[in-house]
T-cell receptor
Framework: ELKVEQNPLFLSMQEGKNYTIYCNYS?????LYWYRQDPGKSLESLFV?????AVKQEGRLMASLDTKARLSTLHITAAVHDLSATYFC????????????FGEGTQLTVNP | DGGITQSPKYLFRKEGQNVTLSCEQN?????MYWYRQDPGQGLRLIYY???????QKGDIAEGYSVSREKKESFPLTVTSAQKNPTAFYLC???????????FGNGTRLTVT
């Protein structure tokens, strides 16, 4: 059974600081996705990582994938309040028949 | 504009009643998914369908049923057999296995 673990689950940051969210998964996969969810809202796609070593950047967020370590990171640079949200990673297992398994989510709060 | 429409946004039912949640997409995506989200938790897969007239159980299918008679539509029925139906239900679709999921805005179901 595929397990996806994120840490930390809760993160409180000061504006302007950097931090990294980690996503570990238990079985072979080369497709990993990051999503953002604002309170009471649906999920919005942030990044699609499709190969070992993939790196994607959008604004203050950068995501990377290491399939050998079964690890993805979401790095936040110079955080701003607007980044406050819950961030989920999701893994598409190679033999799962097109189903995604989600991590528990990391609730990020950026304080002024 | 293409997208996924879930209705209604809020739904209230009495215990023992079946209820059907609607999900319609005009993105021409083959694959569609139903996830359940409980407060402060990640998403758990209920059912998914990769093609019309075919669907597979996810991790928590007990007490739920689906149909996929048309490409655009993937309704979810929450039956009286589902022990804890109160939750936020999210429908999603995607174009290919290399694509992210596109989510609807969700239906918040409360059963009392």
């Amino acid at each position: 059974e595929l397990k996806v673990e994120q840490n930390p689950l809760f993160l409180s940051m000061q504006e302007g600081k950097n931090y990294t969210i980690y996503c570990n998964y238990s079985t072979t996969s080369d497709r990993l996705y990051w999503y953002r969810q604002d309170p009471g809202k649906s999920l919005e796609s942030l990044f699609v990582l499709l190969s070992n070593g993939a790196v994607k950047q959008e604004g203050r967020l950068m995501a990377s994938l290491d399939t050998k370590a079964r690890l993805s990171t979401l790095h936040i640079t110079a955080a701003v309040h607007d980044l406050s949200a819950t961030y989920f990673c999701a893994v598409d297992k190679e033999t799962s028949g097109s189903r995604l398994t989600f991590g528990e989510g990391t609730q990020l709060t950026v304080n002024p | 504009d293409g997208g996924i429409t879930q209705s209604p946004k809020y739904l209230f039912r009495k215990e023992g009643q079946n209820v059907t949640l609607s999900c319609e997409q005009n993105l021409n995506h083959d694959a569609m998914y139903w996830y359940r989200q409980d407060p402060g938790q990640g998403l758990r897969l209920i059912y998914y369908s990769q093609i019309v007239n075919d669907f597979q159980k996810g991790d928590i299918a007990e007490g739920y049923s689906v149909s996929r008679e048309k490409k655009e539509s993937f309704p979810l029925t929450v039956t009286s057999a589902q022990k804890n139906p109160t939750a936020f239900y999210l429908c999603a679709s995607r174009r290919t296995r290399n694509s992210p999921l596109h989510f609807g805005n969700g239906t918040r179901l409360t059963v009392t």
